[in-house]
């Protein structure tokens, strides 16, 4: 059979919370990375149609199919129709919770049933280990197949005859399914799941149950984000959870690596890492939703973040058990998506120096703080190190949120960043009675970088916040940020001036933003950049700007895919989405903007209240301690 690639909005993700698995429309699994999502794949024709192997699962004949989820779920539907009948493939991933298991072994489960017979199914099984570095030997065993490969090992139960390859890296089968008739292809990884149809199907069941338990879902008018953007709010949700690790709470920034910004070009990076940067925006979303376990999860991180290094070498991006032992690495003997290498693994941005993570760091657990959290005295003693490194450390260049790979610049983004951090850490101590902290240094440094940046970050030219300090003329979507994290008011004048740059010259009529005008040390060009324009809807909404807003968010909502997933960018000539799929950093913002709209319609008394504004610390500190004295009973 002649594969090519597929689209990426014509791709599902499932997921157990180690893992997750790429399936598209035409039934084939071609993105799986095993044990965890870091790890080196099993199937990567995502990457290279011929080499990178596959789990294919689908009619022999012309077909049509489409893919939806489970309500509320992660569990992936795709239906085939053809001349003569239709048919399901079933897929998931078991998830600890849901089957009582401390560790269940990795696996990936298929149902097939026949609704509409006869259908006859082909089955193709070529795993790839180590990115198809090491082609494994396939053997029969008394359920299945098992291959078996230098270091790794992948059995495949089933109910079904399936064969080996003649070269025996491979093995196929084919089935005519009648009406009615059911059955299962599991995938363990290192060890086998027994073929036992009852017990999938209670698996099945759990997962389902488990899934539509965790869900967000609410009626009425105590829901933060009710009516028609709802059902796409809790579908975010739900890949953000897929992208949470079930053991660490770390927040993978996207399940794949090297899928380019531009067809072609080289921006092709491994997103298969925790980035700080999303550290306080995914703290509001998972708990404006309800989430609370894993934004307390996520909050416990960003304090682990802080106790690990010296405040000066806090590294912007993590591994997601910890650590930054990653080396940047290129896969040569892989092509690429469509044709665009390089293919990477690991990310050199580990090693960068990023001022904007200690902002984004004190912010994420001022956040917490505000859902109830408390942050016990040793802590704060690690914080106010963070905070009083910023103090002496955030006139300094750095590589900036886009992490730029030329010369470290003065970039007015991380600047704000580093206020943010002040603020917090000083509301914070405030809040907290009888706790210690130097505060009149940390508001004497406020005050400086406040005046830095409203003096060298602003330009009059523009009329627009810049850059970096001393541009007259550069725009960055990240100062749409400013009122967001309460730099300056959604009215102020340079405010507004920003959104309006914004506007003009880096969106597009679509609502879509560019991040950036400028060099970045790279060639080529990138695609505009979902978050940015979440950021974008955000900012008009603060601004009471709600029918623009409402606009702009429509029209990027026109770019999700039909199962409701979002990319790190959009081209938007070829209308498809580019970069690593699904992106935490996108999906988080969609949640965020659908909120920030949400409140705009629920507020009488004016636009809605910047990031960490709507509920004070006053009013937690009359009902929780913020700073938790040890117990000396």
């Not at 002649?2 to 014509?10: C, D, F, I, V």
Request: some cysteine; proline content about 6%; aromatic content about 8%.
């Amino acid at each position: 059979m002649q594969y090519q690639y597929t689209r990426l909005a014509e791709y599902g993700a499932i997921g157990d919370g180690n893992t997750v698995a790429f399936i598209n429309r035409d039934g084939s699994i071609d993105w799986c990375p095993f044990p965890h999502v870091e790890s080196p794949s099993v199937f990567a024709a995502l990457l290279d149609v011929d080499r990178g192997g596959r789990f294919a699962v689908q009619p022999t004949g012309s077909f049509d199919s489409v893919q939806q989820y489970r309500d509320r779920t992660n569990v992936l539907e795709t239906t085939f129709r053809t001349a003569s009948g239709e048919a399901t493939v079933t897929d998931f991933m078991p998830v600890s919770e849901a089957t009582r298991s401390d560790d269940p072994p990795p696996a990936v489960y298929r149902r097939l049933e026949c609704a509409d017979g006869p259908l006859e199914l082909a089955v193709q099984f070529e795993p790839r280990f180590d990115y198809a570095q090491d082609i494994p030997d396939i053997e029969l065993t008394a359920d299945g197949i098992v291959a078996l490969g230098d270091d790794d090992r992948a059995v495949l139960s089933s109910d079904l005859s399936l064969e080996p390859a003649a070269d025996g890296h491979a093995a196929s089968a084919t089935v005519t399914l009648e009406t009615g008739e059911c059955h299962w292809l599991v995938l363990g990884y290192g060890e086998a799941v027994p073929l036992e149809p009852a017990a999938h199907q209670k698996t099945l069941t759990d997962t389902v149950d488990y899934w539509q338990a965790w869900t967000h879902d609410c009626n009425g008018t105590d829901c933060p984000v009710g009516g028609q953007w709802h059902d796409l709010a809790v579908r975010s949700s739900l890949i953000l959870k897929l992208l949470i690790h079930r053991q660490s709470g770390a927040v993978c920034a996207a399940p794949t690596t090297s899928l380019p910004e531009d067809l072609g070009g080289v921006r092709n990076w491994d997103y298969r890492y925790n980035w700080i940067r999303d550290a306080a925006f995914t703290v509001r979303a998972l708990a404006e939703l309800g989430h609370l376990a894993e934004a307390r999860s996520y909050f416990q991180l960003c304090l682990d973040h802080c106790r690990q290094h010296d405040p000066a070498a806090v590294p912007p991006v993590y591994g997601l058990h910890g650590g930054s032992d990653f080396e940047e690495r290129v896969l040569d003997h892989l092509e690429g998506y469509r044709g665009s290498a390089p293919v990477r693994v690991g990310n050199a941005a580990r090693d960068q120096h990023q001022l904007d993570i200690y902002g984004e760091l004190v912010l994420a657990i001022y956040e917490a703080v505000r859902y109830g959290e408390s942050v016990t005295t040793d802590d704060w003693a690690v914080m106010c190190d963070l905070i009083d490194y910023v103090c002496g450390g955030w006139d300094e260049p750095d590589a900036g949120i886009w992490e730029v790979r030329n010369d470290p610049q003065q970039f007015v983004y991380s600047k704000v960043m580093c206020w943010t951090a002040l603020d917090r850490g000083i509301k914070l101590a405030e809040a907290a009675d009888g706790i210690d902290a130097p505060l009149e240094r940390w508001r004497i440094c406020r005050d400086d970088v406040r005046t830095a940046i409203l003096e060298r970050g602003f330009s009059d030219h523009a009329n627009s916040f810049v850059r970096a300090f001393g541009d007259e003329d550069t725009l960055d979507s990240a100062n749409l940020l400013v009122p967001v994290v309460g730099f300056l008011p959604p009215d102020d004048d340079r405010v507004q001036g920003t959104i309006d740059a914004t506007l003009d010259r880096l969106a597009t009529d679509d609502g879509l933003v560019r991040r950036y005008e400028g060099d970045d040390g790279l060639p080529g060009a990138d695609s505009p950049f979902v978050v940015s324009s979440f950021w974008l809807v955000t900012a008009l909404a603060l601004a009471g700007r709600t029918e623009e807003a409402t606009e702009h968010f429509e029209a990027i909502l026109e770019y999700a895919s039909p199962l409701g997933l979002l990319a790190e960018a959009i081209d938007p000539e070829a209308g498809e989405q580019r970069g690593n799929f699904p992106q935490a950093y996108s999906h988080i913002g969609l949640i965020n903007s659908a909120l920030a709209l949400a409140d705009a319609d629920r507020s009488s008394a004016g636009p809605p209240a910047p990031l960490g504004r709507e509920k004070s610390l006053d009013d937690v500190a009359s009902s929780t301690e913020i700073i938790r004295r040890p117990n000396t009973e």
